[in-house]
């Protein structure tokens, strides 16, 4: 929010002046990743046309929304994701290093294309040449598994990080057991999933490089479903959280604080 740089705002609980909306001509059709999109899409055309304008993020709001319940579907949404990435990056291009787009060209489009799009690009590349380094002995062992040893660490920090942020902030989490289950994800995370998202990212990526804009099917089963199979087992507080009385009272909050925003 203080760098005025926001690429992304969700799509599950975004809010947008409509004036601007209609001078952009809304949302893109045929695009894979709309929120990002559109938010792009607003900054080039505000900045364009040297209007002031900010897009803050607010944590306040409150929105249910229905993760994938299985490893196939959200290996496809993730590539959805990277696929809508690549095609926005490739569509405002012209934002890398412009610094007539200020933060958002010289900053947060860099990262967005670096740090994000090609990260697992990068990833693969650094796997593949280690693991070719240590095959021709051009590299210490010892010193190789050390810092693989602290690159794990250092990403396990980050994730039990943020949940505790996130908990001490906003309380989000009904029980001390949901925290310990959420910590406890956060350190093996790095073991099977976290290369999981590489090899589905990757996916997404090639298939972006090959024009696929496809929005590919997404199993929808409903919060109910969702709860008996997955929830009841690893969050038994959260059943509370899926009552109807408690759904009511977290529209009204949500409700509530987009209001002070406008």
């Known amino acids: 929010n203080r760098l005025g740089g926001n690429l992304l705002v969700s799509g599950a609980f975004g809010l947008f002046r409509r004036s601007h909306l209609l001078e952009i001509g809304g949302y893109t059709v045929g695009h894979v990743v709309e929120d990002l999109d559109i938010v792009v899409?607003?900054?080039?055309?505000?900045?364009?046309?040297?209007?002031?304008?900010?897009?803050?993020f607010i944590p306040d709001p409150v929105a249910w929304t229905e993760v994938p319940s299985d490893l196939r579907t959200l290996g496809?949404?993730?590539?959805?994701?990277?696929?809508?990435?690549?095609?926005?990056?490739?569509?405002h291009?012209?934002?890398?290093?412009n610094p007539r787009f200020g933060?958002?060209?010289?900053?947060?489009y860099p990262f967005f294309l670096f740090g994000e799009l090609l990260?697992?690009?990068?990833?693969?590349?650094?796997?593949?040449?280690?693991?070719?380094?240590?095959?021709?002995?051009?590299i210490d062992i010892q010193f190789a598994l050390l810092f693989l040893l602290v690159a794990m660490v250092?990403?396990?920090?980050?994730?039990?990080?943020?949940?505790?942020?996130?908990?001490?902030?906003?309380?989000?989490?009904?029980?001390?057991?949901?925290?310990?289950?959420?910590?406890l994800c956060a350190l093996v995370e790095p073991f099977g999933y976290r290369q999981l998202t590489v090899i589905w990212r990757l996916r997404g990526f090639?298939?972006?490089?090959?024009g696929h804009s496809h929005w590919g099917e997404m199993q929808r089963r409903g919060f109910e479903s969702a709860e008996e199979d997955s929830a009841r087992f690893w969050y038994p507080s959260l059943r509370r959280s899926f009552s109807p009385r408690t759904r009511q009272k977290s529209s009204r909050v949500a409700g509530s604080c987009i209001g002070k925003a406008i």
Do not use: C, N
């Not at 990260?119 to 051009?138: C, D, H, M, R, S």
């Not at 505790?164 to 925290?179: A, G």
């Open 93 to 97: 291009r012209r934002l890398l290093f």
């Open 103 to 108: 933060v958002v060209g010289m900053l947060m």
């Open 41 to 56: 899409r607003l900054h080039r055309h505000l900045r364009e046309r040297g209007i002031d304008y900010e897009v803050p």
């Open 206 to 210: 090639f298939r972006a490089l090959r």
């Open 154 to 183: 250092y990403q396990m920090m980050l994730s039990v990080w943020a949940v505790i942020l996130d908990e001490v902030t906003f309380k989000t989490y009904p029980s001390s057991r949901d925290v310990a289950v959420m910590l």
């Open 76 to 91: 496809r949404q993730r590539d959805r994701w990277h696929r809508g990435l690549a095609q926005t990056m490739f569509t």
């Open 119 to 138: 990260a697992p690009v990068v990833e693969l590349l650094g796997i593949v040449f280690t693991g070719l380094a240590l095959f021709l002995g051009a």
